[in-house]
């Protein structure tokens, strides 16, 4: 755990503003050779180095206060009053700069922004929790748009005809095709941190408080994009028109039944699928990289044995011959994804599939999701914070309120490109 001394240490060698960005900096907040934020240009959001020296669990908001504003000679109430009356009377130290307000106002300064960056750094690693699979498998799409439109041009097809010498060439076509997006919906959390807070903060309550609000974002939207994978919200749009996502007939069969994954052949029954989608315009095959496996918690284990058989071996009937090969799922060919027990929640809630338990367990996927699917950003995870220099946030005695949003929605892009195998 980190304590008071060793906060102190590092305000007297960097002084108070530069003491904030080196917690930044250990907290994986801050790049320390660049001084910018870390930023995930694949999901376009702010993330925590993940081998940064310090863990947000290891700090408490309590010896951050007496670490920057040397409250061991003091009562901890008498330096968070002085902290109130010093935002109200210059601001963030940040914006500010250390050469232009007393010293003293500096490290009460230096405190809110070093406790906010700790909060932060809470909502960042609740916000990306590795149990959220999906998040992570799926396109992210910058848009600034509320409705996102893709437009792309359909595939001309086997349309070359003989030319005579002399005679003009064949004109062709070019189809338009285009799939839109639902609208974008916004959601927010907010963190009031109080001066009370600060100083009972003895089993780090306000990292709670913090870690609530985002994951609750990362939580939601984790639901949102697993009801659009496993098939519950539909959201294919295509040319206008909307369609299921899965479908056992019709413009493309990407849903296979009676085939749980027992071994490769039921691999093979449901990549076999991928042979046969045709492009809509044309009806031409069209190529699908099939490169993952989402299977639910129930066939984890089993499923991982099917994947890392060393070889298999083929007999006859009256075993007067025997064959061995190596498995062709062997390799490392196929991303095994975590499985996914928010797939399996919404898989047997009565608002999802209404599923048995027994039906849902044997549900798997297989196929590229960022091909297949898109998360739609116009904000990613922005953290915000306010300081207590109105009225109503003074009247209330809050030092700061931290508020987390995001603005977003997910779609099908286009289902040709997975496949879900049933019961």
Same mark, same amino acid.
């Given at each position: ?271 076999? @699928? ?6 809509? /315009?044309? #009806?031409? =095959?069209?190529?699908? $990289?099939?490169?993952? &496996?989402? %299977? ?101 005695? @809050? ?6 949003? /995001?603005? #977003?929605? =997910?779609?099908?892009? $286009?289902?040709?490109? &997975?496949? %879900?195998?049933?019961?």
């Amino acid at each position: 755990m980190i304590n008071a001394e060793q906060i102190q240490t590092i305000v007297k060698r960097d002084g108070a503003v530069g003491a904030v960005h080196t917690i930044y900096q250990l907290l994986g907040l801050e790049n320390p050779e660049t001084g910018v934020r870390y930023w995930n240009q694949e999901l376009d959001q702010p993330v925590l180095e993940s081998k940064s020296p310090w863990k947000p669990s290891m700090l408490s908001v309590k010896e951050l206060a007496k670490g920057f504003m040397g409250c061991d000679g003091e009562p901890l109430d008498r330096a968070l009053g002085q902290s109130c009356r010093a935002h109200r009377e210059v601001g963030d130290v940040l914006e500010a700069g250390a050469e232009i307000v007393p010293s003293q106002f500096a490290n009460i300064s230096a405190f809110n922004a070093a406790t906010a960056g700790l909060l932060e750094a809470r909502m960042l690693e609740a916000y990306t929790r590795p149990m959220f699979v999906l998040t992570n498998v799926v396109e992210t799409i910058p848009s600034n748009k509320r409705q996102e439109k893709l437009i792309g041009i359909g595939m001309v097809g086997d349309n070359a005809e003989e030319r005579k010498p002399g005679n003009p060439h064949h004109r062709i076509n070019l189809p338009e095709r285009y799939v839109t997006s639902p609208l974008t919906v916004n959601r927010g959390n907010g963190v009031d941190v109080t001066r009370e807070a600060v100083m009972f903060d003895l089993t780090r309550e306000l990292l709670s408080q913090a870690e609530t609000a985002s994951e609750t974002l990362g939580l939601r939207k984790e639901y949102l994009i697993t009801d659009c994978v496993i098939g519950v919200t539909n959201t294919y749009t295509y040319n206008g028109t909307t369609y299921n996502t899965y479908l056992t007939s019709g413009n493309w069969i990407n849903k296979l039944a009676s085939n749980p994954l027992s071994d490769w052949t039921n691999f093979n029954a449901a990549n076999q @699928l991928f042979a046969q989608m045709t492009d809509q /315009e044309t #009806g031409q =095959p069209i190529e699908v $990289d099939v490169k993952q &496996v989402l %299977v639910m918690p129930y066939k984890e284990m089993s499923s991982r044995y099917v994947f890392n058989f060393t070889g298999l071996e083929n007999t006859s009937s009256d075993l007067t011959r025997r064959g061995f090969a190596p498995n062709p799922l062997g390799g490392g060919r196929y991303e095994f994804l975590p499985p996914s027990k928010y797939a399996y929640r919404r898989a047997t809630d009565a608002t999802g599939l209404n599923l048995s338990a027994a039906n849902a367990q044997v549900y798997w996927w297989l196929g590229d999701f960022k091909r297949a699917f898109a998360w739609v950003q116009n904000i990613p995870l922005t953290i915000v914070r306010a300081t207590a220099t109105d009225y109503q946030m003074a009247d209330r005695g @809050l030092m700061f309120s931290l508020f987390a949003d /995001e603005m #977003g929605t =997910p779609m099908v892009k $286009d289902p040709r490109f &997975v496949v %879900v195998s049933t019961n």
